[in-house]
């Protein structure tokens, strides 16, 4: 593109960068709107939304680590008018709208915020793409997405067996067994 041609889409070399770190965070939020509308839980939402950025992440290297750079500099080394702290709250801010969803629903731990939770996933999911920015040969597809979604929601510590054989089971078949004692006991 010639010089000229660029100056009538953009102003100035400020526009230039602002479109571009625009269109970073503004495609990952769509990709996430997007993938957590095929997923019907939130594991299966946040499945999809950590493959989506990890697939848009892999094709652009370059716009991820402008993005990331921005979001990490100190203040006046980006133009003012770029709004990359704004946009990336706005990302960080559906995630934990998922997160609120699943507590709602049962799905994840209550004992835990919202905004450690939401954390948690965002964090991970950020940090694999910063790796994969400096280390390319560092898979990031969907067994990857599928593994961390596992992690966050599973936790890495090993668990004891269960005495007598007994298999273990989640919070809320615990919590659904001890509503239905106290009902039991209520009636009788």
Do not use: W
């Amino acid at each position: 593109m010639s010089k000229p041609a660029l100056y009538y889409y953009f102003s100035d070399k400020e526009d230039l960068f602002q479109a571009l770190v625009h269109q970073a965070h503004d495609e990952r939020y769509r990709l996430m709107q997007q993938a957590a509308a095929a997923g019907r839980t939130v594991a299966g939402k946040l499945e999809e939304i950590v493959a989506a950025v990890f697939e848009f992440s892999v094709k652009n290297r370059e716009l991820m680590r402008l993005a990331f750079a921005t979001a990490f500099a100190a203040p006046g080394e980006t133009p003012a008018r770029s709004k990359c702290c704004e946009k990336g709250k706005r990302n960080f801010e559906f995630i934990r709208s998922l997160i609120e969803l699943g507590q709602a629903a049962g799905e994840l731990n209550p004992g835990f915020s919202l905004d450690e939770l939401a954390m948690g996933i965002y964090g991970q999911l950020n940090t694999h793409v910063m790796i994969q920015v400096l280390a390319p040969e560092c898979p990031l597809n969907r067994s990857t997405a599928k593994r961390i979604v596992r992690l966050f929601l599973e936790g890495a510590a090993r668990r004891a067996p269960a005495p007598n054989g007994a298999r273990h089971r989640s919070p809320r078949k615990l919590s659904q067994g001890k509503n239905r004692l106290a009902r039991i006991r209520n009636h009788h």
